[in-house]
């Protein structure tokens, strides 16, 4: 069975019918039989909700709404040991390999967490963000997929 991981960018294509990736996402879970799972990360909802709690009150509704229906729908991964230590040294290799600073580097934890958590759970991480890329080259056995191109 394959596991697949989605990234909060991903889940929000899925659940928004008006982005220009919604109908990419929607036909690739479409196409999904009994061979393959998809998963949400806790940290997904934890921005969803950052999400609900920086919107106005209608919006607000809407992305709780949306939250609420993604959980339904898909099964959550939690955080776990497992994925700590991969975070940990995930995160010292790509601060070496970057150059990036102690400091600009905390801007890139819940990526880092969610590449762990992916790769803890032996998930394909399925993001259209740039920056899985680069942990990608540094750390090889995160698989990738982007299913809006």
Not at 2 to 14: E, G, P, R, V, W
Request: hydrophobic share 40%; aromatic share 12%.
């Amino acid at each position: 069975m394959i596991k697949y991981l989605l990234d909060t960018n991903i889940a929000s294509y899925f659940a928004d019918d008006f982005s220009p990736f919604h109908s990419a996402v929607v036909e690739k879970l479409s196409n999904f039989g009994n061979h393959e799972s998809v998963y949400l990360a806790m940290l997904t909802i934890y921005e969803f909700q950052y999400g609900i709690a920086c919107a106005n009150s209608v919006l607000s509704e809407k992305f709780s709404d949306t939250k609420n229906t993604m959980t339904r729908i898909f099964d959550i991964i939690n955080l776990s040991e497992e994925g700590a230590e991969v975070f940990g040294e995930m995160k010292l290799k790509y601060r070496i390999e970057t150059g990036i600073s102690q400091k600009a580097i905390k801007q890139h934890n819940i990526d880092l967490m969610l590449a762990s958590t992916a790769i803890s759970e032996n998930a394909v991480l399925v993001s259209n963000d740039r920056i899985f890329e680069q942990i990608q080259n540094i750390y090889p056995n995160l698989f990738l997929e982007n299913w809006t191109i």
